[in-house]
Structures are given as structure tokens and as C-alpha cells.
């Protein structure tokens, strides 16, 4: 947490809040700003500026909140965001939704209408201040989010912000809400009345019961085949070393099935891939903070399969019907059960060399399926995205990330470790990619973040503000655009509903084309990005080339628009 110099003192609810978010580490505040922020703004201006977090302009308030979950995902530092009341609150909304999935911490606020018509500073001086009041502002993210409260005071400020953050930063992690009416930002301090800048702990860690835990590890250490399903880490990487250990020492293998955030290297011995399909063969299964470990209609377990879910919500509340089934379901950090759960394993010798020859012949099988796929997709035209996943884990050197929205296959990558790729959380609200990777970017100035993302996706993500930030900031991601003309998620799921049917038959299936395309690079060209369109395979990596050297040579941003074939599996 910052320290804040004990001679900067608040004089309104607004400083107060500022001061209070740098109190409990808020580094920046990515801002939308309105006719509500005039006491923030003044606050801003008036407070040192090492005492406050440091405010970004961000042009579109999806890409606000998407930015402060790609900084999380690559720091662990939760971070905040500032729109303007109601009509600000829903362009967000989206993104809270997506930071609720994927269970990121974040502070998000909004201005509310003044509440008062005459008689107070902040009271009401526009029209539109009369025509954005609503009944229950807050019930737009309710939902979503873990807390929420309007301040009504400007000494509540400093406590409201540390409460809020505290619980965002809790097990299970998530957003919060804030909602600011002008008069309390704007009022001043009563003497009797000081600010509290104090920030409050977060909650420790949740461990699990002694004689569980034995149990546990006595399925585990007796299955021929125990598998551990886990489709998201965390950004310290505690998750990735745990499960790593537990293979090495016992021959369990993992399985990251619907990947959020990757949690093996391509290469480590306990890593089988990416398909669903293996729920099936096991005979064990540990389901680890995975809130959709498989499908149940397609890849359920066999009968008399031992599951067990672990997590800091293993249940996954949040969600109204998830049927999976369970013997056991643990509450606790992930991480530390991995390992307790290791040390307690007996398993004799003979069947480790067993399970690790096993992982091994798969693995093998794996890694040949895998360049014949991309011999395949390089081959065709136009190229497949298998290829064009193969040619952007190739640039990826040992710190570089990504950031994927329905633009990769990552059983065509080789990803040197956890915490390389993140793709878009399940909630699946557009346009997430490329304003997260700016988050990233922002986060770890001087290494390689890349956003690759559909053509739809691309639109989703409002991309004049994307590159205008990318511009403005200084943030040179590199841009990839899978282009095959279509909401191809939208094609397949009707091909799967309907196979044979008039739509699957049709020359173009309705609402699914998007044809005429605008000149995606010239967009980007538009905020002096480097941009280019490549349409045949053996150009692309060459193109990568040009595109990389404009990055790290030249600090600006680049876009390829690369043209790939429609796809049933991906």
C-alpha cells in the first residue's frame, strides 16, 4: 500500500476518495469523464500528484474497464475506473460482467445526477442532469459485482473506498461499485469529521479440513488415471509451480479445457493439452477453480469417477445451474491444497513411472496431431488459424504475452509458461482483447503484449478509441486481426443446432456475414500505427517481422489483418 506524505490533507469528500485509493495501492484511474467528475477533476488538480492515483483518459468506457483487467492479469494489482452516471455505468457494464467471470478485483464508480435541485454546491445546472436520474442506478451491475453503495457523505469517502477494496481483493476476487452523487464529492470536511485514509486488510486465505485433505489424497495417489482440470492460474504464478510439483513427484497430469488464463508451459511433463475429452478416460478428477471443466452433454465422466472441486468458490455461486457432480467440494486457496495435497500423496513408485510414461505416449501423439494441423492450415488458402497461432507463439520470446478473443488455437502454440495467454473470459462480452492488452501493455512497458481477436471482436472493441489510447499512452501492442468475413461463433453453433438444415446449406447463412469490411489497417494507420493486410500464408511470418521491428524499434502500435478460412471447430 502507498504512503502518503501525513502532510497532504483532504479538504473534500472528493480528496478524500483520491487519497484513499492511493492509500490501499491504486495506481491509476481509468477515467470517462462527465459533468459529475468537476470535484474530481478540481481534486486532481489541486493534490499533489504522488499522492493520487494517476488519472488516463480513456475514450470509451468498455475499453476503462477492460484495461484495468488486463493490468490485473499481468500484475496482480487491482485498479480502478471512473464513468459518468447512468449512461456511463451501462457502456461499462459489459466489462464488469466479464471481470465478475474471470473473478478480477477492480474498483468501478460512477457519478450519480446531483440529488438536489437548489440550495447545495453540486446541485443541478443542466438539463441532462434531470433526465439521467434513475430509481436504482446501482441495479444495472448488482449482479455483477460483490458490493456496491452510494456515498452519501464526504466522510465517508476514505473508509467506503478501503471497504471496497478490501472485498474485491478477498476470495473469490471480483468488482465492486461505487456510486458518487456530486454533493458529497464536492462538500467539505467538518473538522469533528477527519478523514480516514486507513486501508483494511484483505481476508486470508481459506484452508481446507485436515481429514478432507487426507481423503483426497488417498483417491489421488490410488487412480490409474487422476486428472487435474484447471483452466485459469493466477498472476503470480503459485498455481502453475503447485500443479507442476504434483506432476513430477506423483505423475498427475492437467488438463486446461476452455483456457481463460494459461497455466502450463507447452512443454512441462504434467501438460495434456487443451480438450474436454479427457474427463472422460479418467478415473479421478480434480476440478480446480474451473468454473466449466467440461461440457456435460459431450464429455461427462464416466459413472463412479471420482470429482472433486477445489477453489475459493469451488460451487461457483455466481452461476444459477451448473450440475456438475462432486465428492468432494473443498473451499480453499488453490495454490496451498496443491501442495499440501502433494506432500500427503503416497503413491508408490512404480505406478508414478506408470502415469509419467502414460502423459509422456499422450503427449507425443499431441505434439504430432499438432504440426500435422499446421502443415494442414499453412496449406490452405485462405490460411487457418492454427497456422497463424504457430506463427505468433513463434515471436513470443520468454516475457511476451497475449491476449486472444476468438482468434487462436492454443493446441497450436508452444507457450514457454504460465500466464501467456489469456483469452476472453466465458461471460464472453466483445471487444475484451485488445483494450485488455492496453491494460497489459501499461503494466510492463518494454515487453511484448499482442491482441489477437476475430474481425467481429475487433469491431466489439471500439477500436478509433483503442488505437487513439494507444497513441496517446504510448502503448505500441501489436494487433492481429483473424479475418474470415463472419461471426463464425454464430455460423457453428447453427451448423451444430440445425446440421444438413436450409441455413447450413444457405450460400451466406442470415446474420452471420460481415461483408463489405472497412480497411481494418487503415484505422489503425489512422492513429499512426504501423497497419497491413496479409491474405497468403507464407507471407505472415515476414509480416510479423515488419510489424515487430515497428513495436520495439519504433515504440508505435501495429496491426495485421490476416485472412483466414472459416473454421467448424474453432
Known sequence: MAEIDPGTEASTGAETLLL????????????????????IIEALARLPADAVPQPVTVPHETAAV?????????????????????VGLANAVMGVINAASDNVPMLVMSGRTPLTETGRDGRRATPIQYGQEM??????????????????YPEQAGAMVSRAL????????????????REPLGEALRPEAPADLS???????????????ARIADILSRARFPLVICQRGDPQGRISRALSDLGARHGVGVVEPFVV??????????????TPTLAAEADAILVLDSGVPWIEAFHAPAAGTEVIHIGPDPAFQRMPMRGYRATQVVNADPAATIEQLSALMQTPDERVAARHASIANRASRRRNARLAAIDKSRASTPMGAEWLSHCLSDIMDEDAVIFSELGLVPEAMQL?????????????GLGWALPAA???????????????????????????????IAEALSLPVLVVIKNNASWNAVRRSVVRAYPGGAAAKANVMPLTSLAPQPDFAAIARASRAHGETVTRPEDLPAALERALRVVRGEGRAALLDVRVSLSDSH
Open 261 to 274: 488464463r494459461n497455466v502450463l508451459a507447452h512443454d512441462d511433463p504434467a501438460h495434456l493439452g487443451y
Open 438 to 468: 492496453l491494460g497489459a501493455q501499461m503494466a510492463r512497458p518494454g515487453k511484448l503484449t499482442i491482441a489477437a481477436m476475430g474481425d467481429g471482436s475487433y469491431i466489439f472493441a471500439n477500436p478509433v478509441a483503442c488505437h487513439q
Open 416 to 428: 514457454k509458461g504460465p500466464n501467456r495467454l489469456f483469452s476472453n473470459p466465458h461471460s464472453g
Open 20 to 39: 484513499a485509493l492511493k492509500a490501499s495501492g491504486i495506481d491509476y484511474l481509468f477515467a470517462n469523464a462527465g459533468t459529475d467528475f468537476p470535484p
Open 66 to 86: 477492460a484495461m484495468a483487467h488486463g493490468y490485473y492479469l499481468v500484475s496482480g494489482r487491482c485498479q480502478s475506473v471512473m464513468v459518468h452516471v447512468n
Open 135 to 152: 430509481f436504482d442506478q446501482a441495479a444495472m451491475v448488482r449482479e455483477s459485482v460483490k458490493f456496491e453503495y452510494e456515498m452519501r
Open 199 to 213: 486501508p483494511r486488510p484483505v481476508a486470508s486465505a481459506a484452508m481446507p479440513d485436515p481429514e478432507v485433505l
Open 166 to 181: 478490501s472485498l474485491a481483493r478477498s476470495a473469490p476476487c471480483g468488482p465492486v461499485y461505487l456510486s458518487l452523487p
